[in-house]
């Protein structure tokens, strides 16, 4: 089992986290809550943090809000069906 417990970025019931990486671009937007990434509270003290100096990010994360969150993973291993 993991726990992670940090800032979100969250609107609308939505969470901010990358959507496309290929090493060379990136696209970030409003995912589903639990796929959004979570920020260290050391470095994060509002929503633009997330983000860099001019990033075209930057207008739609001021409409956002940092909540404190935990999330715990858990792995379960099924059983096999042998056929």
């Not at 800032?7 to 290929?22: E, P």
Request: proline share 5%; with cysteine; hydrophobic share 30%.
């Amino acid at each position: 089992m993991k726990t992670e417990t940090g800032l979100m970025v969250v609107k609308n019931g939505k969470g901010w986290n990358s959507i496309y990486n290929d090493g060379r671009s990136s696209i970030e937007g409003w995912v589903n809550i639990e796929d959004a990434e979570i920020h260290d509270p050391q470095f994060c003290k509002k929503p633009t943090d997330v983000t860099y100096d001019g990033s075209p990010y930057t207008k739609e994360l001021l409409t956002a809000e940092l909540k404190l969150v935990q999330r715990t993973t858990q792995v379960i291993f099924l059983p096999m069906e042998e056929s």
